[in-house]
Structure formats: structure tokens, C-alpha cells
């Protein structure tokens, strides 16, 4: 039914379709219809397999590949469903515990006084009950700065937590937190102080795991007395070991801006340079069958040790998984197809975690594989080069075009921004990442720490050389924003671009061009569409205020933030890049401003005719001598202003309270809307308010 050579690359399709489909169908119902649909299916194709020369089933090959089609759209949904832990009869947060019992699932990360981890829900006390549960949470504990509490992965605690949903993102482009975390089956989380947590000094964690993450903390120490550069220590530490060190926002951005970004995350990438210089080491034990798989013996072997090295990071188990394969195919299998065996490294991984399909490393890593298959060979072969070491350099340039170009369209919809220079960088951090990946290994060896000086040099150096190219003009398109059907349209554009002209055929020529103008012009739309608008974005934040003025490209963005402050880059700024905002002019409630169309005098705002009276505390305990109608009032500052004494000449149709205020007082200005039939926005724990205006 199926060619041998293709056949997981053709049941890897229904399989991804059918857990992306019914991810998003999450019910119990389901998992039941889907179990039947795919056990008849399954015994179908066995009888027809079982009497195929009988039944002269080869007749029927179009109706056996919609069975096995159907069979694994079916399972794969199957999967999704079953892995789903919301789904579980004995899911913890479908009751209310006031105790649960948990574990340690991952390497706690703490920042300033906070610990924050994922852990696995063991059990949940009920009614001085204990009942078995199952689930995940992540938990934000406050330390004692005083007496801290020290957690490891598999510790084993008790804590007393009111946990509640994920929740989601209030404001326009903000982070789906909430969804990354779904991602990875947690959907529960708890804000606990340090005192309602009991350790039973009990570890269950994986011993494995356990052993591999305090071998690369022991690693990770050896580093710190060996590099004396903390920003050398931060990159050698990330690069090699998949520590998350605190690197410099200057390093983040000039590997960023250099398209080397992903030298920083031990992936992929590092494991086959690994591969690759052992399978050149060991070449000579390709002579014999015996000593083939000695050679792959060893190989497969220090691939794990290294995996063991790096604290076995999801990242690199998963790259070890697919390199595995791939030598294993390279040593046994007679027929070694590259696409077959990519699919069935994903086919295995999918089984195993079907969520791994959203997981924005799983995806690079395979299309850039799959890039590096197709693409390179018929790039390299574009030119001719007889001298040795310069045909190295194009082989190189190959490598890094094959990847950038296949993985274009989904770094631009996940990162926003496309660097200019990558075959620069890209080109120049190959030898060096080679070299620091062989050294950094090399240095953790007893004996051979002398080389730690030439192995922080090299990196200081690399450093250095990448920030010069990302300080260069025009080195990163920024602000990129693309939407689904945009990705769709370009990937499509691409792909058949590509095929067509490796396969020399006009027609798909002509039809890639026809999709990409068709994409073009929807960013064309998108440009115009930003240079029209008039609007006002009242931002949902947690302590603050903020408001973007925004007229074509330019705002008037009103807030108590600044440039530098997290919560702007976090909560705000990806607001305005997706609004392809240029220009931002920061002002704050204190001061009275006239800037183009918006005008802040006397407690009063006017943009476009939309006009707002701000009622903040130097309105406290104040009579208002201001009359005229209103949009909107803009409650502000925790106010101590009763709005039961308003002006009766003042009207206005809305009430918008910022999270300056404290929950009490929202809540009493949340009750005088409701008695008066106004409508009001909370811009605290709700979405932010958008005010569409006409030109």
C-alpha cells in the first residue's frame, strides 16, 4: 500500500493533523469514539492484509491508503486525548484540596526572592483523606531571604496552595503564557509564601535524571573556577551544558541580531558537531561489519554522556533521540533513506508526547533537518569549487542557507525579526562553535583544565566579533508581524518555490509567485492599514498605568513606566510593534501636554474628539468645577474621590479603572457602575480596553 522507502513519512502527516485537530476538542466523549474508530479500523487493514492475494485487495489500494490515512488521523487524536491531563478521571483541580502532596518534576529557577518550578501532584487531603490525584502545577514560592528553603529536583513536599487556572493574556500581542504552559500539560498555578510548604525529605524523582542534573551542576561549578570572564562563564555554561546562566542583554541581542541565536541553546545543532567529529575520528573502524558497529557502539554511547552531561534538557534528549536514529539507520538499515527515517525519529517522539507538535524547538529542529536533507545537497551543487578549504567555506554557506531559508517563515512568526547578516554570522560562528564545543568538553576532563585559558579567549573573542556585526547598519528587520494565514501563504510560497526549481517546472514556478504576490499584497494591506489607524489601547498591567494615543505609526503612550522597565517590554511594547508603531512619546499623568491631535490639560484628555476626565488623587477630597460631556472617566491613583458627589453637568458613558487602585476600591467603583447602569473597565486581571476611533 505504502512504498517501504516512504512509509513513516506518509503516516507522519494524518498523525500530526490528527492531534493538532482534536487538541483543540479536549472532551472525554471523544476519547471513547475516537478508540472505537480506530480499533475497527486497525482490524479492517489487518483482515484485508490477512487476505490480500484472496481478495485481490491491490484493487483497492485508493480505499486501503483513506483507511490507514483515517486510522492514523484517528490515533494520533487518540494520543493528544489520552496525554491531555485535564482529561484524567483523577485530575487534582476538578476538586478543591486544601493540602496536595507533590514533587519536584523540573530544576527550580529562582529570581530575586522568588522559586519557581513545575511540580507533579502525588496526592490531594480531603476531609483528613488522602486521595491518589494526578496533574501538574506550577507553583511561584516566596523564600525566606532569612532562612531559605533549598529545593531539588524530585523533592518530595506538602504545601498549602489555593491554586487557580493559568491565566490568560490581557493584552494585545502579550505572551500566551497561559497557552505555552497548556503546551506542556500544566494548567493550574499557586502563589505560595515559604512557611505553607513542608519537605518530607523524601526524593522520587527519576534517579536518572536526578544523577544527570547533578552532574552538570557539578560541571557547571568546574566552569566557575576554571573561567574568570562571568559573561565567557554565561555563554560556556548555556552553550555547552544547557545551564540557564545570566547572560548580558548585549550578548542576547548580538546573537540574536546575528542569526546565531541558536548557538545558545543546547540543541540540535551542538549534538550532531559532536557526531560529526567523532564519526571523523572513529573513520578508521568503517573498514570492517565488526568494527562498524563498535564505531556505533561508542558513538551512540558518548552521544548520552553527553546528553547525561547537559542535565538530559528536553532539548538534547530529543536531538540524541533523532541522531540516534539516524546512526542507527546509517549502521543497519540496507536502505537508507534520509526523509524516512526524520519521520520516524518524529513518529517515535510524538508517540511518546503528542504535545511535542507545538513545542517551537520540536518544529526548528525538524524543518531545519529536513532543509539540510533536501535543500543543502542541491545548493552546494549550484557551484563548483575546486580548492579544498574554500570548497569547505561554500559547504558551510550551503549548510547555513539550506537551514535559514526553510525555517524563514516560522522565525519570522514566532521571533518577529529576521537578521540581515546570517550568512555573516552563521559563517563565522561555525569553526568557533565547533571549537568551543570540543574544548568545553575537553576542559571537564581531569588534567586538562590548562586549556580553560584558550577556551575563554576563544569565546571573549567570539563575543566581541558578534556584537561588531550586530552593531553594523541595518543588521536586523525588526517588528515583524505576520498572522496565521500570512505564515501559511509565505511557507507555501516558499515550499513550492523551492521544489520548482529543483524540479525545473514553470507552472509551479508561476504558482509560488501567484501565492506570493497573494501574501504580499495582505502585508501591503496590513502597512496601509497601520498608516490609517486612530485608536486608544487602555492597558490591563498589575500595579501600573498605561495608554497608548496611537495615530498611524506615531502614539502618545501616557504611562508611570519607562523604556527599560520589564513590564513595558512585556505587557506593552509588543501592543505597539504589532501595530507597526515607529514613533513613541512617553508622557505621564503628572505633566500637562499638547502633542498633534492630543491635548492633556486640567484633568482632562482630547484625542481625536474622544474625550476623558481624569479623576486621580490631587482630586482628593475636591469639588470639581468642570462641566460638558465626557467619553469616558479614567479612575486613577487609589482615589479617595466619591464619585457620588460628580457634578450633575458632568456626563460620560464609561468608567475605565487602571490597577493603580487596590482591589477594595475597584470593587466599590465596580458597584456605583453597576447601581447606575455604567459600563466599566477593569484594567486588572481583564482584557485591555480598545477604543476603535472614526477618521
Known amino acids: 500500500m505504502f512504498k517501504a522507502d516512504y512509509i513513516f513519512a506518509r503516516i507522519l502527516l494524518p498523525l500530526i493533523v490528527g492531534i493538532g485537530v482534536f487538541y483543540f476538542f479536549p472532551t472525554e466523549n471523544l476519547i471513547v469514539t475516537l478508540s472505537i474508530i480506530s480499533a475497527a479500523i486497525f482490524l479492517l487493514l489487518f483482515v484485508i492484509n490477512f487476505t490480500y492475494k484472496i481478495l485481490n485487495a491491490y484493487k483497492f489500494k485508493g480505499i486501503s491508503g483513506f483507511l490507514f490515512f483515517t486510522f492514523f488521523f484517528s490515533f494520533g487524536g487518540l494520543l493528544c486525548l489520552l496525554n491531555n491531563e485535564k482529561l484524567k478521571a483523577d485530575y487534582f483541580a476538578k476538586k478543591d484540596y486544601k493540602l496536595l502532596k507533590i514533587w519536584v518534576n523540573d530544576e527550580p529557577e529562582q529570581t530575586n526572592d522568588i522559586l519557581r518550578f513545575k511540580a507533579r501532584v502525588i496526592s490531594g487531603y480531603l476531609n483528613n483523606n488522602q486521595l491518589k490525584q494526578s496533574g501538574q502545577i506550577l507553583l511561584a514560592l516566596k523564600v525566606d531571604s532569612l532562612n531559605p528553603i533549598h529545593l531539588e529536583y524530585g523533592d518530595e513536599l506538602i504545601v498549602s496552595a489555593k491554586y487557580l487556572d493559568v491565566e490568560p493574556p490581557y493584552n494585545p500581542a502579550e505572551f500566551d503564557f497561559k497557552q505555552w504552559l497548556a503546551n506542556q500539560n500544566v494548567f493550574e498555578q499557586a502563589f505560595i509564601n515559604q512557611n505553607h510548604i513542608l519537605k518530607t525529605n523524601r526524593n522520587i524523582g527519576n534517579p536518572i535524571l536526578k544523577f544527570a542534573l547533578k552532574l552538570r551542576e557539578a560541571q557547571v561549578n568546574k566552569y566557575r573556577k576554571l573561567i574568570k570572564n562571568d559573561e565567557a562563564f554565561a555563554v560556556a555554561s548555556t552553550l555547552i551544558l544547557g545551564y540557564r546562566a545570566d547572560l548580558s542583554k548585549e550578548t542576547l541581542a548580538a546573537y540574536s541580531k546575528t542569526g546565531t541565536i541558536h548557538a545558545l541553546s543546547v540543541s540540535g545543532s551542538h549534538v550532531a558537531i559532536i557526531f560529526f567529529v567523532l564519526d571523523f575520528m572513529l573513520i578508521f573502524l568503517d573498514r570492517k561489519r565488526g568494527t562498524k558497529i563498535l564505531k556505533f557502539i561508542l558513538i551512540f554511547s558518548l552521544i548520552w554522556i553527553y546528553a547525561l552531561i547537559t542535565g538530559l534538557s528536553p532539548s538534547v534528549v530529543r536531538s540524541a533521540i533523532m541522531i540516534g536514529i539516524f546512526i542507527t539507520a546509517k549502521t543497519f538499515a540496507r536502505n537508507k533513506n534520509g526523509y524516512n527515517t526524520l519521520a520516524f525519529a518524529a513518529f517515535c517522539q510524538l508517540i511518546y508526547n503528542p504535545f511535542l507538535i507545538w513545542d517551537v524547538g520540536f518544529q526548528l529542529s525538524y524543518i531545519s533537518v529536513f532543509g539540510l536533507i533536501y535543500l543543502q545537497p542541491k545548493i552546494y551543487k549550484w557551484i563548483y569549487i575546486k580548492n579544498k578549504w574554500l570548497n569547505k567555506v561554500w559547504e558551510l554557506i550551503a549548510i547555513s542557507l539550506a537551514a535559514q531559508i526553510v525555517t524563514f517563515p516560522l522565525c519570522i512568526y514566532y521571533f518577529h525579526q529576521f537578521p540581515i547578516y546570517f550568512l555573516l554570522g552563521n559563517l563565522f560562528i561555525s569553526l568557533p562553535l565547533m571549537v568551543i564545543m570540543i574544548l568545553g568538553i575537553i576542559v571537564l576532563i581531569p588534567f586538562a583544565d590548562k586549556l580553560s585559558t584558550i577556551f575563554e579567549w576563544i569565546i571573549v573573542s567570539t563575543n566581541q566579533i558578534l556584537k561588531w556585526i550586530a552593531d553594523l547598519p541595518y543588521s536586523t528587520l525588526s517588528s515583524i508581524w505576520i498572522n496565521l494565514p500570512e505564515l501559511l501563504l509565505l511557507s507555501l510560497s ?37 498608516t490609517k489607524q486612530q485608536k486608544i489601547i487602555f492597558f490591563t498591567l498589575r500595579k501600573n498605568y498605561a495608554a497608548a494615543f496611537i495615530s498611524g505609526r506615531e502614539t502618545i503612550l501616557l504611562t508611570d513606566l519607562n523604556a527599560n522597565d520589564k513590564n513595558f517590554h512585556f505587557f506593552v511594547k509588543p501592543a505597539l510593534e504589532q501595530a507597526q508603531i515607529s514613533k513613541i512619546n512617553f508622557i505621564n499623568l503628572n505633566r500637562d501636554t499638547l502633542i498633534n491631535h492630543f491635548i492633556k490639560k486640567d484633568n482632562q484628555i482630547v484625542f481625536k474628539g474622544y474625550r476623558i476626565l481624569l479623576i486621580d488623587e490631587f482630586l482628593n477630597y475636591k469639588n470639581l468645577n468642570i462641566e460638558g460631556k465626557f467619553s469616558s472617566l479614567w479612575l486613577t491613583g487609589n482615589i479617595r474621590f466619591m464619585l457620588e458627589n460628580l457634578n450633575r453637568h458632568i456626563e460620560f458613558k464609561s468608567l475605565i479603572i487602571d490597577a493603580t487602585n487596590k482591589d477594595y476600591k475597584i470593587a466599590s467603583f465596580k458597584t456605583f457602575a453597576e447601581n447606575n447602569s455604567i459600563p466599566q473597565h477593569v484594567l486588572k486581571k481583564n482584557p485591555a480596553y480598545l477604543v476603535q476611533l472614526t477618521q
Open 494 to 530: 516558499l515550499g513550492l518555490f523551492i521544489y520548482a526549481l529543483t524540479n525545473y517546472n514553470k507552472k509551479l514556478i508561476y504558482a509560488s509567485i501567484l501565492l506570493y504576490i497573494f501574501y504580499a499584497s495582505l502585508i501591503v494591506y496590513d502597512d496601509w492599514v497601520a
